[in-house]
Every structure is written in C-alpha cells, then in structure tokens.
C-alpha cells in the first residue's frame, strides 16, 4: 500500500525569491500545493499610531514611508485628504504635477514589477534588461525632486517642485525611450514560449472569484474587474486628464502581465498630455496648522490598486486617527486561493502576481471577540507589543 | 578552541582565506522592518547600471554561505528574533551594513511602538550607510568602504 505523506514547506521570513520579509508554509503533497498559511506582520512599525503623536506636516512625511515603492501615492493620499478637511484645494498646477510624478511612479513601480517577477519564473534576462531601462524613469524622478526613492514632492497644500523646459524636454525623451522599450517586453511576455509556459493558465483567478476575494488594482483588472479610483472617483487632475480602464478577462499571470505592461502605456499618453497643458497657477495654497474637527476618506489608485484612507481630527495640529487600508493585503486572499493546486515551483510566479508589498501590509488587526471595544492608547500598545514579543 | 602558535602552513592558509575575502563577499539581504526603499536600491545596485557583482560581491539567499549581511530599516519587535537568527547563523568573520537612516537611528519611524530601535541595537554594526534611501552609489561605497578596511592587517 502506497502512503501518501504530507509535507509542509517553511518558507521565509528571510528567503532569496523576495526581498522582504513574509512567512509561509505551503503543504504539499508531492508537488501540488494542498494548503497555504501566511504569515504577515515582520516590519509591522505601529505607523498609524506613530501619526497621532505627530503634527499633521511631520505626519505627511510618516505617511510617505509607509511604502518605499509607491511612497508618492500615500503622501498624496493624505494630503488630498487633510486639503478637504480644510476646505482648501491644491491649485490646479499642483494638481497636475501631482498626477505627472503619480504617473512617473506607476512607470517606475510597474517596471520593477515586471523585473522581480520575471526574475521568480528564473528568467534574469529581462529582470536586468527592465532594470537597466526602469532607470531612465528614476533619473526623471531624481531630476524632478533629488531623490531617487521617497520623493516628498506633496506638501499639505500643493507641491514643492515645479517643473521648466528642460525637464519637460527631458521627460518627454525618457517616456520615449520607455514607450519603445514596452512594446518590445510586450511582445515578449505574449509571445515567448518559455515565459508562456510560466504564466498562461496559471494562478487564474475567475471574475467572481476576484469580486469575492476583493481583489483590487491591475490583478483584479486581470480578471475582468472593472475597476479604477483614476476613473470611478477622479481625484487630483484625472478629471481633466481622463485614462482609459485598462482590463483583460483572462485573469491568469500572463492576463496580469498584459495587463500592467498595456497600463505602462497609458501612463505614457498621460504624461505627454499632461505635460502639454500644465495650467499655469501657483503651486501651494494656504494650510491652517491647526486642521478643522471632522473626518474624511479619501481614494487614491497605487500603482498596485486601491490605497484608501480615512483620516480624523479633533481640531489640534496632530491627526486624531489616520486609517490606511493599502492594496495589497487586499490581494493576499487571493493568493491562498490561486496555490491550493498549483505546482510548488509556481508558487513564486504566483506570489509575486499580486506585486505584493510587505511594507504597505503589515498591518495592526485587533480582532474584538464581544463587545469589550476599548480605544488602546500609545502607551497600551507599546507594552502590548513588548509583553507580546518578550 | 585550540590555540597554538602560527604555522607557516597555517599563515598562508590565512592569508589565502583574507585574498578571497577581500575579492569576492557574499552578502544576505535582510528587511528587518524598512519601507522597502532601501530593498528597491539594493537591488538597483545588481542591475546593469550599478553592477555591484564587478567587485565579486554577490547577493545570495543562505545566511551560512554569507560574509556580510546587509540590514535595512529599524528592527522591529517581530524580526528581531530573525534578525539575531539569521546573524548566529552566519560563518565568523561575518560583518554588518546597515542601510539607510532607519538603520542608524530608528529614522521616522523612531518612537514607534512596535520598534525596538536601530540595528545597532540588536548586532554590532560594522558600516553605516547614511540616506533616505541612499544611493546605490552611496551603497557600493560603503560596501567598498568595508572591504578597504578588511586589507587593514587586524591589529
């Protein structure tokens, strides 16, 4: 009598396929995937309740460093939010250098989206290749506002760079470069054999499966969600410069792929279009210190979907309580879904088809058994955590 | 440990173990609780435009085949832990990087609650690297800056 025996594979905190911490155990039978159980939270830092200690500008920096990757799209998140509780709209300018660096981030996101997870399906070529040309993109970022990474272009208010001919002359260069440079990974992801192999049929998750998980952003896109806060609930200037919903219905990697480098090109019409009518206007309004009491939820689309914050004031100068709810632990349900069934050596590939984000996810979840609801202060959840971790 | 005095043999076996060192580190990369800027230029430093292999330095996975553990962001309460693990776990001589201004002082994140402090405060740290993030520039020179001192006969 043959047994069959079940083993769980450990994987991570530290592993070498991503480069932040995650843990999980996959439990396998042979090589298929029976189970998954994830483990989050390594660098959970407490930022939600770091913010009520702080004033609302020290707050905005805070915020940008919730995740080093779509660092612009939280501090713009928060300073559309804190702008509407003050009654006070970024001039339009501002606005619309906001959504250029927002573009500009989606480029550069995207493209190391497109290099870590050709690298997990072991195909380093187009890792180094799409790394090379995701520099064009950061040398426009770094010209823009003198860092590479973590922009702090947004101020509450309006932003702090504005952009002359050189630099337009010089974006518009780089997106060209960058427009030539998609077209050839989009031949290649729909069309090499090998890397099709790693991707079609792969990981598929159906429409409803996607709804039920609630899976937002170009992997929900993937699967024929549609779906987008650029264009369901225009913030900043995609009023004025509207984009197109980019989906596909397969709802595969390959689907998710297509789908992301197809929003690449987007984001170049609305660059150039951007860059073609900038409104001329001033760059910052006037922010009190002290903000208004009230609350506000305010949407914005990451480069990897949905980053949604509620923000509260009291009426001092610190936020009274800043919610963030980010795209990516929206995501991780459905990666418990896609594994069960999968081959153990696609669980990278399928991991890292979310684009997942540690950083943004490590979140803070109180689960309330009854009705012993009880506000945790600072000092509360600083001994919480020592005595949990001692 | 048996001690005894220094062969010849024994000499040029040292000396042959500091040559290869010196030309060719392998370093692990540990996310210890950072916004994931830091990780996004270490990696950068790889690609083509930085190359940080020709200087035979080489990122790979298994802290037992690691010479140098390069640690981003602030340590966190949950990898800590980790962070000591993955350093026991690491061959002698092994020397630490610490990326980023998270790593030197807790950063922004200073004084949050689930943050135990800076790297230094759970490893002895070897190299500081300054910046939010810094440059991969910044980081091929202080991984440089550390190689330059491994020359240095140890006093």
């Known amino acids: 009598m043959e047994e069959t025996k079940k083993f769980i594979v450990p994987i991570g905190p530290q592993h070498p396929a991503l480069k932040e911490p995650g843990h999980f155990e ?6 298929i995937v029976t189970g998954v159980s994830i483990r989050l939270g390594y660098v959970h830092r407490g930022i939600e309740k770091g913010a009520e200690n702080r004033s609302w500008v020290q707050s905005l920096y805070l915020f940008e460093r919730v995740c080093g990757i779509c660092s612009h799209v939280h501090a713009t998140a928060f300073a559309l939010g804190v702008e509407k509780l003050c009654n006070v709209s970024a001039p339009p300018r501002a ?16 493209m190391l989206w497109l290099g870590v997870a050709a690298h997990e399906g072991g195909f380093d070529t187009l890792f180094m290749y799409s790394w090379r040309d995701r520099e064009t ?30 630099q337009r002359d010089a974006i518009l260069r780089g997106v060209d470069f960058l427009e030539e440079r998609s077209h050839h990974y989009l031949k290649i992801c729909t069309t090499d054999r090998t890397f099709l192999g790693r991707t079609r049929g792969v990981g598929t998750m159906t429409r409803e499966q996607a709804d039920e998980f609630g899976m937002v952003g170009p992997t929900g896109r ?39 480098i197809r929003e690449l090109f987007e984001s170049f019409r609305l660059i150039r279009l951007i860059l073609d009518n900038l ?106 955590g020592i005595e949990y971790y001692r | 440990m048996e001690t005894s005095l220094p062969t010849p043999w024994q000499q040029a076996l040292d000396k042959l173990r500091d040559w ?61 832990d980790r962070l000591l693990r993955i350093y026991e776990q690491m ?12 790593g030197i002082s807790g950063g922004a994140f200073r004084g949050c609650y689930n943050i135990v402090g800076d790297i230094s405060a759970v490893i002895p740290v070897n190299v500081y690297i300054p910046g939010c993030p810094p440059r991969p520039e910044a980081i091929i020179y202080g991984v440089v800056q550390l190689l330059e001192t491994l020359k240095k006969p140890v006093a």
Not at chain 1, 95 to 110: D, M, N, P
């Open chain 1, 95 to 110: 606005q619309a250098i906001r959504t250029l660096v927002g573009e500009l981030e989606r480029i550069h996101s995207h």
């Open chain 1, 26 to 31: 996959f439990s396998v039978e042979g090589e």
């Open chain 1, 279 to 384: 409104p001329q206007s001033e760059l910052t309004a006037r922010v009190p210190r002290r903000v208004p009491a009230g609350e506000v939820v305010s949407r914005v689309e990451a480069p990897r979907g949905e980053l949604f914050y509620y923000i509260k004031s009291n009426g001092s100068d610190q936020p009274e309580r800043v919610k963030v709810r980010t795209p990516s632990l929206c995501n991780w349900g459905s990666v418990t879904q896609t594994a069960v069934g999968s081959k153990l050596a696609d669980m990278p590939m399928i991991l890292s088809g979310i684009d997942p984000c540690f950083s943004c996810n490590d979140r803070l979840v109180n689960i309330q058994r009854g009705d012993n609801s009880q506000v945790w202060t600072w000092e509360d959840l600083r001994r919480y």
């Open chain 1, 222 to 260: 993937a699967s024929g969600n549609k779906r987008d806060v650029r264009i369901d609930a225009p913030y900043a200037s995609y009023a004025e410069f509207p984009v197109k919903l980019v989906t596909a219905e397969a709802g595969d990697l390959m689907a998710r792929f297509d789908v992301r």
């Open chain 2, 91 to 102: 061959p002698d001589p092994k020397f630490v990087v610490a990326v980023g201004s998270c």
């Open chain 1, 137 to 166: 993109v950061m040398d426009l970022l770094e010209m823009l506002c003198g860092n590479r990474v973590n922009y702090s272009i947004n101020l509450l208010g309006g932003v702090k760079f504005d952009i002359d001919h050189a």
């Open chain 2, 20 to 80: 290869a060192r010196i030309n060719s580190p392998w370093a692990i990369h540990y996310n210890s609780g950072s916004c994931n800027g830091c990780d996004i230029e270490i990696l950068a430093t790889l690609t083509p435009r930085y190359d940080i292999e020709r200087f035979g330095i080489k990122l790979q996975g298994s802290p037992r085949h690691a010479d140098v553990l390069i640690c981003t962001g602030p340590v966190t309460r949950q990898s800590r």
